[in-house]
């Protein structure tokens, strides 16, 4: 039976083990079994980091290099592989220096039209993740992941530009392609959660924003712009003079309120009048569907030409960088109108004349030119609003 191991002899065997090879510590400890040396070192909590092997003239370029640069920059300085930098460096028991973070994802809080425009993206296309803390439980929220389809590539080089991030999330597959953003900042999250209202990162199901509407009226019309490029549909409806713009937003009924509350802020943010009939906002009702989920969503639908020029221009007028896929659709140099805008200016040419008291349906005609049928409605209405006197 072997004697013990001496303090010596343990304490050289806590400096060679990580590092020398097998045949230089059985040398070492001639006395000693390979299995001998391999209990005591786990007795003594010792591990294996790799055996040590003398620096050739490439390590010591690989060793000179990551003192200043990161493992990928050697890799492409050296033209090597990454996993064999990282294979030299666990040999000889180095770590790297940490990557300077280049994102600055806090320019999305700086309170430009832009910043909004994106946050309204985000609501409506974007991610936050993370885990509970047990530590701390409202740190749930550290990173923020932002994908769009290939085709949409352009906007999201646009928003990786916006915060100095790269396009570093490319999935590939049968079913999906897409390009996104991938950011990780706790701070700027959290304070872009607590300013906007959200509870958690289910934005477009359970818990919408509930603190947008304390934004100004030009942030929140940034705002809703970004979202309608994150999550509408500008397509093109057909009438007898040619086709027009139709926006659509179809997402969970938790918004329903939320949208018609954007519906009336765009028509007084542009000081335009809407039908009193008109229901854009309803919700969808699928037959085909499970009980569960078939009054599951809500629609929002603009079929308003004169709305969405509007839009359109107040957008290129903050310079925002929306979507031509979508927004080149919205003619604003067209000469055509719809039916909702010959409506209305008729409508506001028959009450100019009853404002300034011709209340005579004939003296109406005469004056504007219209039918009958177009001026009979126009005056009930307008005498049920105001006190008329014979």
Not at 102 to 107: A, F, G, P, V, W
Not at 237 to 252: M, R, V
Request: with cysteine; aromatic share 10%; net charge positive.
């Amino acid at each position: 039976m072997k004697s013990r191991w001496p303090y010596k002899a343990i304490a050289l065997l806590k400096e060679k083990f990580p590092f020398e090879t097998k045949q230089n510590l059985i040398k070492l400890f001639p006395n000693r079994s390979w299995n001998g040396i391999n209990t005591t070192a786990r007795f003594n909590g010792l591990k294996r980091v790799g055996y040590w092997k003398e620096i050739n003239s490439r390590d010591e370029k690989i060793l000179s290099l990551l003192k200043i640069k990161s493992p990928p920059d050697v890799a492409k300085i050296l033209n090597l592989k990454v996993s064999h930098v990282y294979a030299r460096m666990y040999r000889h028991g180095i770590k790297a220096i940490q990557r300077p973070v280049n994102n600055r994802l806090e320019k999305i809080l700086d309170g430009s039209p832009e910043s909004y425009y994106w946050i309204g993206f985000i609501l409506a296309d974007g991610c936050f993740n993370g885990g509970k803390s047990r530590k701390d439980p409202t740190k749930m929220y550290n990173s923020l992941t932002f994908h769009l389809s290939r085709k949409d590539k352009v906007s999201v080089q646009k928003f990786a530009n916006f915060i100095g991030a790269k396009i570093n999330v490319i999935r590939k597959s049968k079913t999906h392609d897409a390009v996104g953003v991938h950011v990780n900042d706790i701070k700027t999250i959290r304070t872009l959660m607590d300013r906007m209202g959200l509870k958690s990162n289910q934005v477009k199901t359970y818990d919408p924003p509930s603190k947008i509407f304390l934004l100004s009226p030009s942030s929140l019309f940034c705002l809703i712009v970004g979202y309608i490029d994150g999550d509408g549909c500008i397509l093109s409806k057909k009438q007898k003079k040619g086709y027009f713009p139709f926006l659509a937003i179809l997402t969970h009924k938790s918004w329903q309120e939320i949208f018609e509350k954007f519906e009336l802020f765009l028509y007084e943010y542009f000081a335009l009048e809407k039908g009193s009939k008109t229901k854009h906002i309803g919700i969808v009702h699928y037959k085909n569907m499970p009980l569960k989920i078939r009054n599951r969503y809500v629609r929002w639908n603009i079929p308003d030409n004169r709305l969405l020029k509007a839009m359109k221009r107040k957008a290129i007028e903050f310079r925002l960088p929306i979507m031509d896929r979508k927004w080149g659709r919205v003619d604003i140099n067209s000469l055509v109108k719809s039916r909702k805008e010959i409506s209305d200016e008729r409508r506001q040419m028959i009450r100019k004349c009853l404002d300034q008291g011709v209340a005579n349906i004939d003296t109406i005609i005469s004056l504007t030119g219209l039918t009958h049928s177009c001026i009979v409605w126009v005056v009930s209405k307008w005498k049920k609003e105001n006190v008329y006197v014979a």
